[in-house]
Nanobody, 123 residues
Framework: QLRLVESGGGLVQPGGSLRLSCAASGFALDYYAIGWFRQAPGKEREGISCISSGGSTNYADSALGRFTISRDNAKNTVYLQMNSLKPEDTAVYYC?????????????????WGQGTQVTVSS
């Protein structure tokens, strides 16, 4: 069974950091583009960061300079390091895998989704 499982979310104070993990089972992430998305209450799901199968990365303006996406193919895991967190970063964060080499932030291009992990930034 193909699965993606996110972890690493939680409650953090403004200015703090979290590292989210996206672990795959049932398939090798090496050949997939991976995206991180988030959805806040009452808002649409939005793309935050993505990494192609070749390792090229892209970030939304809201994440640029604060978030870093990386992949460890040996561990079949993709990470999202989030620094300088702000209250507006509060959302459920999802990772997704695309069979395409690169899918950007086009939600419809992603084939598999995790269940999400809650990130809350609050003092």
């Amino acid at each position: 069974q193909l699965r993606l499982v996110e972890s690493g979310g939680g409650l953090v104070q403004p200015g703090g950091s979290l590292r989210l993990s996206c672990a795959a089972s049932g398939f090798a992430l090496d050949y997939y583009a991976i995206g991180w998305f988030r959805q806040a209450p009452g808002k649409e799901r939005e793309g935050i960061s993505c990494i192609s199968s070749g390792g090229s990365t892209n970030y939304a303006d809201s994440a640029l300079g604060r978030f870093t996406i990386s992949r460890d193919n040996a561990k079949n895991t993709v990470y999202l390091q989030m620094n300088s967190l702000k209250p507006e970063d509060t959302a459920v964060y999802y990772c997704a895998a695309s069979k395409l080499a690169y899918s950007g932030f086009r939600i419809s291009f992603y084939d598999y989704w995790g269940q999400g992990t809650q990130v809350t930034v609050s003092s």
